[in-house]
DNA sequence: CTCCAGGGATGAT
DNA sequence: ATCATCCATGGA
């Protein structure tokens, strides 16, 4: 199989993150999704094991598919200059040597902005739940290793859905607001591709225009699929993560003092050190002791 | 500024 | 089987 060298990088670890909700665990490796290439993954220390689809219509001229997949991992940020640019404080310290190979991944953009809308009020299963079911109504079904997975519908696709179809695919109060976005961007009116010329503040403006869209998931749409590794997405969890190892004892702090605080400490990286300050959160989280052990 | 809808998996009892 | 918990956005 061919294979591809992928340094400072764990493939299990980046696509546990939580920034991408469709990759299911086959055998020793992962199926999916990039773009429309169905894509078989599997690690071996320092060697990435790529195959893509045995296509049926024999592809036409296409990049290598090692290069699709070290774009889409972004195995070329420098992560060890990345993390050495981090402030040296213990909080992100402790949270950067737990995620040590976590990348910050160039995903597609639409779908990106597609499952973040419906990300809002979801946990992680539910959202795997949701992509899987858009992508089985609406994506178009592709073989891989044995196994079958489904492309991320386009807009143009999800703007032809009726709002009970997306209701159906456990989508609830988001249909609507996937649908209508989803027109916006079919009909032109939002250009996603095109926004990635501008700077951060532009983008993020025009993102929280989009219907379903607040700052939390403008802010992750911009840190996944537009490489603004300076978005720092503020979900509870972050927002838990600072107010105990940066303001343990201040009571009144606004979301807007957490947000400034967050862009003025972690910097030009503060994407990075969200996602690893997220990640060690959660894996480490509190369990509650159940009486008999208590 | 505050309050609240909303809903299905998840884990505890 | 029942019950509490988790959660971003948008609108009142």
Not at 8 to 35: K, M
Request: hydrophobic share 40%; aromatic share 8%; net charge positive.
């Amino acid at each position: 199989m061919p294979t591809l060298a992928c340094d400072e990088f764990d493939l299990e670890l980046t696509l546990d993150s939580g920034q991408t909700f469709h990759w299911q665990s086959l055998g020793a490796g992962f199926v999916g999704t990039i773009g429309d290439r169905a894509v078989y993954l599997e690690q071996r220390g320092a060697d990435l094991k790529v195959r893509g689809a045995e296509t049926s219509p024999p592809a036409r001229k296409t990049r290598p598919l090692a290069e699709v997949v070290a774009r889409y991992f972004a195995l070329d940020h420098p992560l060890a200059e990345i993390c050495a640019s981090l402030p040296d404080d213990p909080a992100i310290q402790t949270a950067a040597a737990f995620c040590r190979g976590l990348r910050i991944m160039r995903q597609p953009r639409w779908e990106c902005l597609a499952t973040f809308i419906t990300s809002s009020m979801k946990q992680v299963a539910h959202i795997r739940q949701m992509s899987l079911a858009l992508r089985q109504c609406f994506g178009r079904k592709l073989g891989i290793n044995g196994a079958h997975v489904y492309a991320f519908p386009s807009a143009v696709n999800l703007a032809r859905a009726t709002e009970k179809e997306l209701i159906n695919c456990g989508l609830g109060y988001r249909a609507k607001n996937l649908l209508a976005t989803a027109r916006r961007v079919a009909g032109g009116e939002a250009d996603v591709e095109g926004w990635a010329a501008l700077g951060d503040e532009d983008l993020r403006a025009r993102l929280c225009e989009l219907p379903g869209v607040g700052p939390k998931v403008a802010n992750c749409v911009m840190l996944f699929a537009y490489e603004r590794l300076r978005a720092f997405p503020i979900d509870v969890w972050i927002e838990r993560v600072l107010r105990q190892h940066y303001f343990p004892r201040r009571r009144r702090l606004t979301t807007a003092q957490l947000r400034d605080f967050a862009a003025r400490h972690f910097g030009e990286h503060g994407g990075y050190a969200q996602q690893y300050l997220f990640h060690h959160a959660r894996k480490t989280r509190p369990r509650r002791l159940s009486p008999r052990t208590r």
